[in-house]
């Protein structure tokens, strides 16, 4: 069974960056895809970035298109650079393994979930 712990949430200005990490451990991490998800107070949790298993696919949520960055590194750690935050950010920030190569947007296709970060994007 995978285990996720989320870290590098915290309080920054609009406009400012945050780096989140996503340490997993299990049998089965680094052999399937996967992704971001974020939940905002009184909002449905949706989807942020996906990545493939060896990180030469991804996936961005349209309201994050070139501003953040997900990426992958061989130590069964994946990354979320958040740039040019808005204060519509602001929301818990999960990482999830997915169902083999999935990279999509649906979460029902992801099976193991951290317990989130917080990300409050406030003057």
């Known amino acids: 069974q995978e285990q996720l712990v989320e870290s590098g949430g915290g309080l920054v200005q609009p406009g400012g960056s945050l780096r989140l990490s996503c340490a997993a451990s299990?049998?089965?991490?680094?052999?399937?895809?996967a992704g971001w998800f974020r939940q905002a107070p009184g909002k449905e949790r949706e989807f942020v970035a996906a990545?493939?298993?060896?990180?030469?696919?991804t996936t961005y949520a349209d309201s994050v298109k070139g501003r953040f960055t997900i990426s992958r590194d061989n130590a069964n750690t994946i990354y979320l650079q958040m740039s040019s935050l808005k204060p519509e950010d602001t929301a818990v920030y999960y990482c999830?393994?997915?169902?083999?190569?999935?990279?999509?947007?649906?979460?029902?296709?992801?099976?193991?979930w951290g317990q989130g970060t917080q990300v409050t994007v406030s003057s």
């Open positions: 999830a393994v997915a169902r083999g190569y999935y990279t999509g947007t649906s979460s029902t296709n992801y099976d193991y």
């Open positions: 299990g049998p089965t991490f680094s052999s399937r895809a």
């Open positions: 990545i493939s298993r060896i990180g030469s696919i």
